[in-house]
C-alpha cells in the first residue's frame, strides 16, 4: 500500500508543486518513514524534500511560495537536528521579507531552536531580547519576555 501511496505523492509533488499539498508532500513523505521507524530512508527523503523546496525558492524568489518553501526546508533541518542549517534559513528569510511578512514568529522559532535544540541560552535571550527591542507593542514582544523570565527561572 506505502509503495502505491508513495507513487501518488510523488505526482502530487510533480504536477501540483504549488498547491499546499504539493508543497507539504515531501515533507510527508519524511515523517512517514519517521513514524514507521526508518530512519535512513527518512533523512534521504529530508534531503530530497530541502532540495524540492530550494528549486521552488529559486525560481520565484521573494514570493509567497518561497516563503513557505523556506519555512518547510527549516522543518526539514529541525528534523535532520542541524539546527544551525535551520537558523540559517530564518536568518535569510527574516532579512529578505523584513517588512513584508510579520517576522516576529520566525524571530521566536530562532530564539526556541537556540534554546532547546543548540542549548544556546545566550543567544536565545539575545533573540528574545531583540524581539521585545524590536516588537515592543506586540505580542510576540509579550510572549518574549515571558520566556526570558522562564529562562531565567530555570537557571536558579
Known amino acids: 500500500r506505502w509503495d502505491l501511496a508513495l507513487e501518488q505523492y510523488k505526482e502530487v509533488i510533480k504536477y501540483y508543486a504549488f498547491t ?15 513514524q514507521k521507524m526508518q530512519p535512513d530512508k527518512m533523512v534521504e527523503a529530508l534531503r530530497e524534500a530541502v532540495e524540492h523546496y530550494k528549486s521552488i525558492v529559486v ?7 518561497a516563503l513557505k518553501c523556506k519555512m518547510m526546508i527549516v522543518q526539514c533541518f529541525l528534523e535532520l537536528k542541524e539546527g544551525e542549517s535551520a537558523i540559517g534559513v530564518l536568518k535569510a528569510t527574516i532579512d529578505e ?14 530564539a526556541g531552536i537556540y534554546y532547546a535544540q543548540l542549548k544556546d541560552t545566550p543567544k536565545a535571550i539575545e533573540v528574545l531580547n531583540k524581539i521585545a527591542a524590536d516588537f515592543p507593542k506586540s505580542d ?8 526570558i523570565e522562564k529562562i531565567a527561572k530555570e537557571k536558579k
Not at 140 to 147: R, V
Open 140 to 147: 510576540a514582544a509579550k510572549m518574549a519576555q515571558s520566556m
Open 20 to 34: 499546499p499539498k504539493g508543497v507539504e508532500a515531501p515533507f510527508y513523505i519524511a515523517m512517514r518513514y519517521k
Open 97 to 110: 521579507f523584513r517588512g513584508k511578512v510579520p517576522v516576529e514568529g520566525m524571530m521566536m522559532d530562532m
Open 59 to 65: 525560481r520565484f524568489q521573494g514570493s509567497p511560495i
